[in-house]
């Protein structure tokens, strides 16, 4: 099924874009010139699978030629979705520690005298 909006990902998660295993060129995965400046960008987000397909005409197009961006439903990435949201909680996580210890040491490192 194509679409031309892009649909959300899995709950919770954010599109991961990755070239990786979409062919195009060997230095820039998923790309491939169409000639003069047109190119055509190729996508997959890693967790829910959607592809993207972008499709740029550049500064030599031709009247009535649009750039376009369609979207093809895919299979979600069960080991990823997990390895991404184990990430997340590690990070929310520590981001709560760093508070927690910057709020302690302000409150510690006031002196109870005034300082002139």
Same mark, same amino acid.
Request: overall charge positive.
């Given at each position: 099924m194509t679409r031309e909006q892009e649909p &959300? #990902?899995?709950? !919770?998660? &954010? *599109?991961?874009? %990755? !070239? $990786?295993? $979409?062919?195009? #060129? &060997? $230095?820039?995965? @998923?790309?491939?010139?169409?000639? @003069? %400046? /047109? +190119?055509? +960008?190729?996508? *997959?987000?890693?967790?829910c699978g959607v592809v993207r397909t972008e499709i740029e005409h550049g500064s030599q197009r031709n009247p009535g030629d649009e750039d376009t961006t369609t979207y093809e439903v895919g299979t979600a990435d069960e080991e990823a979705i997990a390895v991404e949201r184990r990430r997340l909680l590690r990070n929310r996580m520590a981001r709560a520690r760093?508070?927690? !210890?910057? /709020? !302690? /040491?302000s409150i510690r490192a006031a002196p109870s005298w005034p300082r002139w």
């Open positions: &959300d #990902c899995v709950e !919770g998660l &954010d *599109h991961a874009w %990755t !070239g $990786e295993g $979409e062919g195009g #060129c &060997d $230095e820039n995965p @998923g790309v491939w010139s169409l000639g @003069g %400046t /047109a +190119f055509k +960008f190729r996508r *997959h987000c890693r967790f760093r508070r927690r !210890g910057r /709020a !302690g /040491a």
